[in-house]
């Protein structure tokens, strides 16, 4: 998926552990001879590269990133080529040859839920005496494409396959999971990037990686199944394939599991028109109905608290934003604990994370990285009231302002930036086709692709815990002992005046990183 962009911002220097440099900021009178080491004072003044103090200060936020800890959550974001290595360390970032790893085992079976597959170098990601393995391949592809992917796997006589069934026009099969079967037990990894190569190198993606589940003892699966939920959440996804004997097979191993060390919950989409208690299984109001549950308490996250939503495509919102994305979509994210609903005069301000064009321009792909941006001019020129929610792709911390993001990401987090109420990582980006719209006055929800995420709460680590401490901030909150590494940086920037979103069909002359232009339009 792509999009394209619209306006220019400056290039900024990079360094290993970069602290960004703003070229206003006034040089510190000491020069050299600085003697500070208050860092709101390094945040105020220039300084000569050679003062200590900075380079001092970026160490430290280095380690701090790549700290080994019990209590991270456990999300990753893609290993990337082209940066300084210590952004790649495994503590932070994991590749898709380290997930297929020998190190976690002798691989029994797996199986591939996507939206897009290079089948000839997903082999090539499995570890050798594992690829003749059974390899079950979830797709949406019909038609050419579907015979295309199929004569693509006639070397491979190990694969096999399930066509997901897209009831409703324009549907995708989006979602991206893997089921890792072992000798002693599975795992599950839900994750944003295409089985391509291109989407495993020099992009920001996002990965969960479960616990290996135990297998259960025959006796204990009954009274299992009814304190597990996230394997209940997993289940019932599956049914929305309808019969097929190849997920069957799967169904029944996930039953043959303890999967209670998950630690969080399932937010998924399906496609159809769904109504009664089947509307609040999928889309925003699966979130919505999880928050109502076990989220924030309105006390503790009052409306100062913004709902941050972050992404790589964008769909048709409508011409009005309190249609839809201020509606119905936020009324969700900003559902709290043990409280119906949200008075619309009282939501908490949204901040919407997009590449700007010179985000795409100056990133390590150039325009390329903008083919995996889908948004239309048609649909831009539309809801232009996008603007004043958009922030720029920012991720310092992580060394990856320059790896484009195909990540999606969606949080609510505390106005100093310090704490995180929950944190949902998912293959669904910001349209109503990924989410749901309210159809028949609300009596319905229709949905029209397949998406799958992973919601992480506080509480599913700790009962105590209130919220996650973000990493790499300053203040730590008292109130938790877990962190969440954010795959951006906070506080968030806004876009300058002069900055536009990228547009994926407008042609852009100016030289990108890798001195192409960007021409769909011919």
């Given at each position: 998926?792509?999009?394209?962009?619209?306006?220019?911002?400056?290039?900024?220097?990079?360094?290993?552990?970069?602290?960004?440099e703003?070229?206003?900021k006034?040089m510190?009178?000491?020069?050299?001879?600085?003697?500070r080491?208050?860092?709101?004072?390094?945040?105020?003044?220039?300084?000569?590269?050679?003062?200590?103090?900075?380079?001092?200060?970026?160490?430290?936020?280095c380690?701090?990133?790549?700290?080994?800890?019990?209590?991270?959550?456990?999300?990753?974001?893609t290993?990337?080529?082209?940066?300084?290595?210590?952004?790649?360390?495994?503590?932070?970032?994991?590749?898709?040859?380290?997930i297929?790893?020998?190190?976690?085992?002798?691989?029994?079976?797996?199986?591939?839920?996507?939206?897009?597959?290079?089948?000839?170098?997903?082999?090539?990601?499995?570890?050798?005496?594992?690829?003749?393995?059974?390899?079950?391949?979830?797709?949406?592809?019909?038609?050419?494409?579907?015979?295309?992917?199929?004569?693509?796997?006639?070397?491979?006589?190990?694969?096999?396959?399930?066509?997901?069934?897209?009831?409703?026009?324009?549907?995708?099969?989006?979602?991206?999971?893997?089921?890792?079967?072992?000798?002693?037990?599975?795992?599950?990894?839900?994750?944003?990037a295409?089985?391509?190569?291109?989407?495993w190198?020099?992009?920001?993606?996002?990965?969960?990686?479960?616990?290996?589940?135990p297998?259960?003892?025959?006796?204990?699966?009954?009274?299992?199944l009814?304190?597990?939920?996230?394997?209940?959440?997993?289940?019932?996804y599956?049914?929305?394939?309808?019969s097929?004997s190849?997920?069957?097979?799967?169904?029944?191993?996930?039953?043959?599991?303890?999967?209670?060390?998950?630690?969080?919950?399932i937010?998924?989409?399906?496609?159809?028109?769904?109504?009664g208690?089947?509307?609040?299984?999928?889309?925003?109001?699966?979130?919505?109905s999880?928050?109502?549950?076990?989220?924030?308490?309105?006390?503790?996250?009052?409306?100062?608290?913004?709902?941050?939503?972050?992404?790589?495509?964008?769909?048709?919102?409508?011409?009005?934003?309190?249609?839809?994305?201020?509606?119905?979509?936020?009324?969700?994210?900003?559902?709290?604990?043990?409280?119906?609903?949200i008075?619309?005069?009282n939501?908490?301000?949204?901040?919407?994370?997009?590449?700007?064009?010179?985000?795409?321009?100056?990133?390590?792909?150039?325009?390329k990285?903008?083919?995996?941006?889908?948004?239309?001019?048609?649909?831009?020129?539309?809801q232009?009231?996008?603007?004043?929610?958009?922030?720029?792709?920012?991720?310092?911390?992580?060394?990856?302002?320059?790896?484009?993001?195909?990540?999606?990401?969606?949080?609510?987090?505390?106005?100093?930036?310090?704490?995180?109420?929950?944190?949902?990582?998912?293959?669904?980006?910001?349209?109503?086709?990924?989410?749901?719209?309210?159809?028949?006055?609300?009596?319905?929800?229709?949905?029209?692709?397949?998406?799958?995420?992973?919601l992480m709460?506080?509480?599913?680590?700790?009962?105590?815990?209130?919220?996650?401490?973000?990493?790499?901030?300053?203040?730590?909150?008292?109130?938790?002992?877990?962190?969440?590494?954010?795959?951006?940086?906070?506080?968030?920037?806004?876009?300058l005046p002069?900055?536009?979103?990228?547009?994926?069909?407008?042609?852009?002359?100016?030289?990108?990183?890798?001195?192409?232009?960007?021409?769909?339009?011919?």
């Open positions: 998926m792509t999009e394209k962009p619209a306006l220019s911002l400056p290039v900024k220097r990079q360094a290993s552990c970069d602290i960004e703003n070229a206003n006034p510190c009178k000491y020069g050299e001879k600085c003697y080491k208050n860092p709101q004072h390094f945040k105020e003044f220039q300084h000569p590269k050679s003062t200590t103090p900075v380079a001092k200060r970026q160490k430290l936020n380690e701090e990133l790549t700290a080994t800890s019990r209590n991270h959550v456990p999300l990753y974001v290993s990337v080529r082209g940066i300084s290595a210590e952004y790649n360390q495994k503590n932070v970032a994991i590749g898709i040859k380290d297929l790893s020998e190190e976690d085992g002798d691989l029994e079976a797996s199986a591939q839920f996507n939206y897009m597959f290079d089948l000839s170098w997903l082999m090539q990601q499995y570890p050798v005496k594992t690829r003749r393995k059974p390899l079950l391949i979830v797709h949406g592809d019909s038609g050419q494409s579907k015979a295309n992917l199929e004569a693509e796997a006639a070397p491979f006589k190990n694969i096999e396959f399930v066509q997901a069934e897209l009831t409703i026009p324009y549907g995708t099969h989006h979602s991206k999971m893997m089921f890792l079967l072992y000798n002693d037990g599975l795992k599950v990894v839900i994750h944003t295409n089985l391509i190569e291109q989407d190198d020099q992009k920001t993606q996002g990965v969960w990686v479960s616990p290996k589940f297998k259960l003892s025959t006796k204990q699966n009954q009274d299992n009814q304190n597990d939920e996230f394997k209940k959440d997993l289940l019932e599956l049914d929305a394939y309808g097929s190849k997920l069957d097979v799967w169904r029944n191993r996930i039953k043959d599991h303890d999967m209670t060390g998950a630690k969080a919950r937010v998924a989409s399906v496609p159809g028109r769904h109504v208690i089947s509307k609040y299984k999928w889309g925003h109001l699966r979130l919505r999880l928050l109502e549950l076990f989220g924030p308490d309105n006390e503790f996250v009052d409306r100062r608290w913004p709902v941050l939503g972050q992404f790589s495509s964008i769909g048709s919102l409508g011409p009005d934003e309190k249609k839809w994305l201020c509606a119905e979509w936020l009324e969700s994210l900003a559902a709290v604990r043990r409280k119906p609903s008075l619309k005069a939501l908490p301000d949204l901040k919407l994370i997009f590449p700007s064009l010179e985000n795409v321009r100056t990133s390590l792909e150039g325009y990285a903008g083919g995996s941006l889908p948004y239309a001019d048609n649909n831009a020129r539309k232009l009231y996008l603007l004043e929610y958009f922030h720029q792709w920012k991720s310092t911390q992580l060394g990856r302002t320059r790896a484009s993001p195909h990540i999606k990401s969606y949080s609510r987090i505390s106005p100093d930036s310090n704490e995180a109420a929950w944190f949902l990582l998912t293959s669904a980006n910001l349209s109503k086709a990924a989410w749901g719209a309210f159809e028949k006055k609300e009596s319905q929800l229709m949905i029209r692709s397949f998406e799958i995420g992973v709460i506080p509480q599913q680590f700790s009962s105590e815990s209130k919220s996650f401490n973000i990493l790499g901030k300053n203040k730590t909150n008292s109130g938790s002992s877990y962190s969440l590494q954010l795959p951006y940086d906070v506080p968030l920037t806004a876009y002069d900055d536009s979103p990228w547009i994926w069909d407008r042609n852009y002359l100016k030289p990108d990183s890798l001195s192409g232009t960007w021409m769909p339009r011919r």
